[in-house]
């Protein structure tokens, strides 16, 4: 008899981050089954917006985004296309993808901005928990061609194309491929505190960090 086709998750599925975080926090997860139904613009200006609010170096604020929204779909597929064939399968149903770029030297004397990637790091990372609030899926990808995105969309080389996102409401599991659909239905796994937050040598796990 052919095994039944997982399309969903049970409470053992998930992880169980602390009581100490925000639900909304607790609640991110990557997904990669997106629904066809469109994000609306008001909401999607939401989520950049409060990108745009993010904190930054000297509130340089180096980061970009170039816009792709299926309703544009020249401009969806020049995105799309940039991407590498193993996110194709599942991030082309996506309603919006978005590149995310950062200017790596500080716009007022041309300097090297070392912070410039963490800072558009923060943005995104807002941006995506504006999404879970509005009840949007987000996937992050790195697996993307740099070179063929700077030329497609003319991006200046003091700028540096870092990751493209991609956006819009959870969908049916049962459209990713197998290996993809195991993937998110996988239990999610994170470091224990002991692991990384440490105090007074490197190495030392702070007390408070101890399980």
């Known amino acids: 008899m ?3 086709v997982l399309t969903s998750r049970t409470p053992a599925d998930e992880a169980s981050p602390s009581p100490e975080i925000h639900p ?13 139904k469109l994000v609306e613009p008001a909401i999607l200006r939401s989520l950049l917006e409060a990108a745009r609010w993010a904190p930054s170096s000297m509130n340089e604020q180096p980061w970009s985004f170039m ?10 597929e020049r995105l799309r296309d940039c991407l590498m064939d193993f996110n194709l399968p599942w991030a082309q149903h996506a309603p919006v993808l978005l590149l995310a770029v950062a200017r790596s030297n500080f716009s007022a004397n041309g300097e090297r901005n070392r912070h410039a990637f963490y800072d558009l790091g923060q943005a995104v990372a807002a941006l995506t928990y504006q999404a879970i609030a509005s009840s949007l899926s987000v996937c992050q990808m790195a ?3 740099v070179q063929k995105a700077r030329s497609v969309f003319s991006i200046p ?11 819009g409401y959870h969908g049916d599991l049962a459209i990713l491929p197998e290996k993809t659909r195991q993937k998110e239905l ?7 505190l002991d692991r990384f937050v440490f105090e007074g040598k490197w190495g030392q796990p702070a ?3 101890e399980p």
């Open 143 to 145: 697996g993307f061609d």
């Open 157 to 167: 080389a003091d700028h540096e194309p870092v990751v493209v996102v991609a956006i």
């Open 24 to 36: 909304l926090l607790a609640q991110r997860r990557t997904q990669r089954a997106f629904s066809s």
């Open 2 to 4: 052919a095994s039944k």
């Open 186 to 192: 996988a239990p999610r796994k994170r470091n224990s």
């Open 67 to 76: 816009l792709a929204r299926r309703q544009n779909q020249l401009e969806f």
């Open 207 to 209: 007390r408070l960090a």
